[in-house]
């Protein structure tokens, strides 16, 4: 069965020290993996997808298929970082439904 | 287009009460999902729409939940006889599929949801 599990509810960590957050998944097959992050009083929006490749808002994440991991890390951490992030997955096994974790709410102390 | 709407954005009913909720994804796009969010949780998967058609719905949903998206473009969420395990926020959200640009694909927006209260 499809699963997607973030371990830590809450993350706290002081300004500019490194943050990783983490996500395993369960799947079989070829996942998509997304961090959607939402912030205070706004709405879920995508962060960033593997496919992409690409840093967003200085934030990097590594599908690992053999740990079934997709961390999200940033080295440096930022006040305006601070948010509410949730890792997902979608594929063809899933018929194109997302599944989403618990989430983690990540405090970046000043 | 300012985005993914939903109405209302609040809702308190009895219980056995049935309620209505409305979602306007962004103009062009062809995908539409109903997820539920719960305190503590992520959101939950409900159903999608492709265009007008249901194509997928989750094994956990209700039969009191019903969806529709008959032209293809806004979509409402029907409960009914409400319970009070029914009391979460129900979000929608929108996607382009079938788009070259591999970033684009699938990318979902979401509206700022309902929060339903069920007394």
């Known amino acids: 069965a499809q699963r997607v599990t973030q371990p830590e509810k809450l993350l706290s960590v002081f300004k500019g020290a490194p943050v990783e957050l983490k996500c395993n998944y369960s799947?079989?097959?070829?996942?998509?993996l997304f961090w959607y992050v939402q912030y205070s009083r706004q709405r879920l929006q995508l962060l960033l997808r593997?496919?992409s490749r690409e840093s967003i808002k200085g934030f990097t994440a590594d599908l690992n298929k053999g740990e079934t991991s997709f961390h999200l890390k940033k080295p440096f951490a930022q006040e305006e970082d601070s948010a509410m992030y949730y890792c997902?997955?979608?594929?063809?096994?899933?018929?194109?439904?997302?599944?989403f974790g618990t989430g983690t709410s990540l405090t970046v102390i000043p | 287009d300012t985005g993914v709407s939903q109405d209302p954005r609040h809702k308190i009913t009895k219980r056995g009460q049935n309620v209505t909720f409305r979602c306007d994804p962004i103009?062009?796009?062809?995908?539409l999902y109903w997820y539920r969010q719960t305190l503590g949780q992520g959101p939950e998967f409900l159903t999608y729409?492709?265009?007008?058609?249901?194509?997928?719905k989750s094994r956990l949903l209700s039969d009191r939940f019903s969806a529709e998206r008959p032209k293809g473009s806004f979509s409402t969420l029907e409960i009914q006889r409400t319970e009070q395990g029914d009391s979460a926020m129900y979000l929608c959200?929108?996607?382009?599929?079938?788009?070259?640009?591999?970033?684009?694909?699938?990318?979902?927006?979401f509206g700022p949801g309902t929060r339903l209260t069920v007394l």
């Open positions: 997902a997955l979608s594929g063809r096994n899933t018929g194109n439904q997302f599944y």
């Open positions: 593997h496919i």
């Open positions: 799947y079989s097959g070829s996942p998509e």
């Open positions: 729409f492709q265009n007008e058609a249901q194509l997928e």
């Open positions: 103009s062009e796009h062809n995908r």
């Open positions: 959200a929108s996607s382009l599929a079938f788009t070259r640009d591999r970033d684009k694909y699938n990318e979902q927006f």
